[in-house]
């Protein structure tokens, strides 16, 4: 006689709390066939009957009564099990480095994701990296980084984690007409010269974020710029020289005299995400790092477009109380 198995011990202990095949089964969302199948090989691997069936009721026999004590102490362990070994698998320690990338590395939340990767694994030396748009592609793919805080969209090899989103807005210079409006649409912005950027930056991104094709098919007027950093960008806006577009935290974030910051009403908004090289999806510091970000960025990005997903999180909520302390 084989052991049962702790799948078909837990199919008992609901089925005594049912004693119906049909709403036992709902419970667990499998079919009652499965269901009923899977108690005849339970009674067959015992040599037992456990269940005695009617067309007008379901009832555990002697045997299975007596068993339902034992299925439980099973099915508890298993399940006490599982649990700690998932604790362990979010909390083990790591050892290595972890190069970890941004836009902006003094953003609040991302001191407190390294902080928080630091408690976890203290054995994980953890580098932050500034990185730029024209090159955020380019360093993962290449693996000088392992993993980037940035905006997409990316390319082909990268994969993401949406952490937050943000509504998309224009940089005008603030002697530009348009530049005291708080709302404007993509057709009043044709034929404004948009800054132009370096030629290696993925076209994904470049056809994103300058709008290109425009809903009206309008050609895309660009500079001679070859920007490869916001700063550069909002350089030229400031000067008159161009427009460009950015996501909303950046009025906050990057306020700059010069420049009036306006609502594009008819684009889509962009997404903040953790990017990886699909490559290296399973090496553990970038697992350990995304279920990191989840958590952390999490309680902050949950407010919607323009939720304040870069400000400090709130602190994470205390240990459950063990058995026996007072909570």
Not at 55 to 61: G, K, N, P, Q
Not at 80 to 100: E, I, K, N
Not at 116 to 135: Q, S
Not at 262 to 280: K, Q
Request: aromatic share 4%; glycine share 6%.
């Amino acid at each position: 006689m084989s052991d049962p198995s702790v799948r078909q011990l837990r199919l008992l202990l609901v089925l005594s709390e049912e004693l119906h095949f049909g709403r036992a089964a709902q419970r667990l969302f499998i079919s009652q066939p499965a269901f009923s199948r899977q108690i005849r090989a339970l009674e067959e691997r015992l040599g037992l009957t456990l269940v005695e069936r009617s067309t007008r009721r379901v009832e555990l026999t002697t045997a299975g009564e007596a068993l339902l004590p034992h299925a439980r102490v099973m099915v508890d362990a298993a399940d006490g099990l599982r649990q700690a070994v998932d604790t362990a698998r979010r909390t083990r320690t790591l050892s290595g480095r972890l190069v970890f990338g941004a836009y902006a590395v003094a953003l609040p939340v991302i001191r407190a994701v390294v902080e928080r990767m630091g408690r976890l694994h203290p054995g994980l030396d953890i580098e932050l990296r500034e990185v730029t748009f024209a090159e955020q592609a380019q360093v993962l793919l290449e693996d000088r980084v392992d993993a980037v805080l940035c905006f997409g969209p990316l390319p082909p090899g990268l994969q993401t984690l949406e952490v937050a989103t943000q509504h998309r807005l224009v940089c005008l210079p603030d002697g530009h007409p348009l530049a005291h409006r708080d709302r404007v649409t993509i057709a009043e912005l044709a034929g404004i010269p948009l800054v132009n950027v370096a030629d290696h930056v993925p076209r994904v991104y470049r056809d994103f974020w300058s709008v290109d094709p425009r809903p009206d098919g309008s050609p895309v007027l660009a500079t001679d710029h070859r920007a490869t950093t916001l700063d550069t960008l909002m350089s030229a806006v400031c000067l008159g020289q161009g427009i460009t577009f950015a996501a909303a935290d950046v009025r906050e974030l990057m306020p700059r005299p010069g420049i009036s910051y306006v609502e594009v009403t008819d684009l889509s908004p962009c997404s903040v995400v953790l990017a990886w090289a699909a490559a290296r999806r399973e090496k553990p510091a970038i697992v350990a790092l995304r279920g990191v970000v989840r958590e952390v960025c999490g309680a902050t990005a949950g407010g919607g477009p323009n939720a304040r997903w870069w400000d400090t999180p709130p602190p994470p909520p205390p240990p459950p109380a063990q058995s026996g302390q007072t909570p």
